[in-house]
């Protein structure tokens, strides 16, 4: 069986390039196929990755504070595109300043993110959520 | 010893031969006369061997490329628009085919009509990285399983779909090879330019009324699109024994397309430029269908507007309708006083200007909360220095680096990276084409007689 898929890059203007290079070698490792699209990656570049690879999940990643901003409406492209029941993962410092995180977690899970990770997270934490959300055993 | 090689180019008008003696590395000869494909090809080779005073027999060997009765023409089907599809249509064009439709996602009944009113000469399959989408290809080879016209199909998409695809198309002559967009940030046009370029030799060649030409000459070795890559591709890189020029741009000004040629990595040139899009092949080809001399003249007007030629030409800008429609209704028009000379000049210049826009990368500007940051898409040509031309406008051009000059980077539009500057070698005696099928039997020869030939235009000033 092919491997499964994932997509992921750092969203908007952000160029934090070093935390996505990580995920790629840690994703890569646990045996996904991963597209890394590196740093400043638009809506239309996830999604237009995501329909080419037949990806099972995007993962997006923002450090620099604006991604509540770049996330906007990426649930709704997704279903544009015919791919509206793919999961969408966000991680990073997704927010401007210090807030609570179950009221952050709160804002993208409404927005369509299935999975959101506070800043901090390790790269297992992510991959075990994600092999438990597609149900392969590890 | 002499070693005597008859180079032909069956052309959409022009049937050239080109005599070359591939043991000293020099250019014997030239002659051309009317393709004459309708009739009997052989009529318009024999017209050009007379011409030259010469007969096949003269020579130890000849071989041939072609563009007569429209070309390879080439369809293509992919995923999305900017990745398999794109991907595809580069691969394509690289090969020296004149892509004739480009479709995305799905084809649809009314796409599977259309296919089979194009007839295309060849079909490529595309869609899915590896292991990625495979429901779009795989619908799109039933689509094309039982479709009239039998044209051959290249298989290059998600190796996941090729053996359902290969049931699926059992009834067709297909060819399989890797996939064009094996990953996002991987190209691969090799294996399929190669298969093209197979198929072409194998079954365009009959099909295109060239099938006549096949009892005097081995074969028809490549479209003549392809040989002039080719002969790009020597001239940059060299071959074993001698070094090549490097990094260089060429430009075929024609009177229906304008092909351009980029023999350049176009890497970022800055730290903090991000590259973006699909990977570029080194060695790349864009075509241009409504930028041309005549037939594709309004395209140029349509781009350009009469206030620019106007002020490029020199002419009253109330002129230009009465006179640019004179010249598309004269198709074989060449300019004899002065103000159709330097109206063509400058419709020559935005031509180039236009076209090699296009075939150019750009860089665009963000401010970020870490500072000033760029994006670049396609290639950046700024330092590549060296541009090929031909094309007869070129070749008949009176002032040629000022045609160019348009086509050069410039401040005030700093987003296109366009090549700084650019010395200007000309392709006086027609022989890129030639030179591209001799490669393949003797680059060095080849690659000597062009560095021989290729005229360098200075500036006058």
């Keep these: 069986m092919d491997k499964q898929q994932v997509v992921m890059g750092v969203i908007g203007a952000d160029v934090h390039a070093v935390g996505i290079r990580i995920l790629d070698y840690a994703y890569t490792e646990a045996g996904f196929s991963v597209h890394n699209l590196g740093v400043m990656v638009s809506q239309e570049e996830f999604i237009q990755a995501a329909v080419e690879t037949d990806a099972v999940c995007i993962l997006v990643s923002s450090l620099y504070g604006h991604g509540e901003l770049d996330c906007r409406g990426l649930r709704d492209k997704c279903r544009e595109a015919g791919i509206g029941d793919i999961l969408l993962y966000v991680g990073g410092n997704i927010v401007v300043g210090k807030q609570p995180f179950e009221e952050v977690e709160k804002r993208f899970l409404a927005m369509g993110f299935n999975r959101v990770f506070p800043p901090g997270s390790t790269p297992e934490e992510g991959i075990e959520t994600l092999k438990k959300d597609l149900q392969i055993s590890s | ?461």
């Design chain 2, 1 to 461: 010893m002499t070693h005597p090689v008859l180079l032909i180019d069956f052309g959409s008008t022009y049937t050239k031969i080109t005599a070359v003696d591939t043991d000293s590395g020099t250019l014997l000869q030239t002659a051309q006369s009317f393709t004459t494909v309708e009739t009997d090809i052989r009529d318009g080779l024999q017209n050009a061997l007379q011409k030259a005073d010469v007969t096949l027999e003269d020579f130890a060997a000849v071989y041939a490329c072609s563009s007569a009765a429209g070309g390879l023409r080439m369809a293509v089907s992919g995923l999305m628009p900017d990745l398999t599809s794109k991907a595809a249509r580069m691969a394509a064009l690289g090969a020296g085919a004149k892509v004739v439709r480009s479709f995305s996602h799905e084809l649809t009944q009314d796409d599977q009509e259309e296919i089979r009113a194009i007839a295309p000469d060849i079909l490529l399959l595309c869609g899915g990285t590896d292991g990625g989408n495979r429901t779009c290809i795989e619908h799109n080879a039933r689509v094309l399983a039982d479709l009239d016209p039998a044209f051959p199909i290249i298989f290059a998409g998600n190796r996941s779909a090729k053996d359902t695809c290969r049931t699926i198309l059992k009834d067709r002559n297909v060819y399989y090879c890797d996939n064009v967009l094996p990953a996002l940030d991987t190209i691969r046009v090799e294996e399929v330019q190669q298969i093209i370029r197979a198929i072409f030799q194998k079954n365009i060649v009959r099909g295109k009324g060239l099938s006549q030409v096949n009892e005097i000459l081995d074969r028809i070795a490549m479209p003549t699109p392809g040989a002039v890559h080719r002969a790009l591709e020597l001239l940059s890189g060299g071959t074993k024994n001698t070094k090549g020029w490097g990094e260089l741009l060429g430009v075929d000004l024609g009177g229906a397309t304008t092909d351009v040629y980029s023999m350049a990595a176009g890497d970022p040139q800055m730290a903090n430029v991000t590259l973006k899009g699909l990977p570029e092949p080194f060695s790349k080809r864009t075509v241009e269908g409504d930028i041309g001399m005549r037939y594709s003249l309004l395209g140029v007007v349509e781009e350009s507007g009469y206030e620019r030629l106007a002020e490029i030409s020199g002419l009253p800008s109330a002129q230009l309708p009465a006179m640019l429609a004179s010249l598309d209704t004269e198709k074989a028009y060449l300019p004899s006083d002065t103000a159709f000379a330097a109206l063509d000049a400058a419709v020559a210049s935005e031509a180039l200007r236009i076209a090699i826009s296009r075939h150019t990368g750009r860089l665009e500007e963000f401010y970020t909360p870490m500072g000033r940051q760029y994006l670049q898409t396609g290639k950046d040509l700024r330092t590549v220095n060296t541009l090929i031309a031909t094309g007869g406008a070129l070749l008949h051009a009176k002032d040629l680096p000022a045609i160019v000059s348009r086509a050069l980077y410039t401040e005030s539009d700093p987003s296109l990276l366009l090549p700084e500057t650019m010395e200007i070698w000309l392709d006086r005696n027609y022989i890129l084409s030639a030179m591209g099928v001799l490669a393949e039997h003797d680059p060095d020869a080849a690659l000597a007689i062009l560095t021989k030939e290729l005229v360098h235009v200075r500036n006058e000033q």
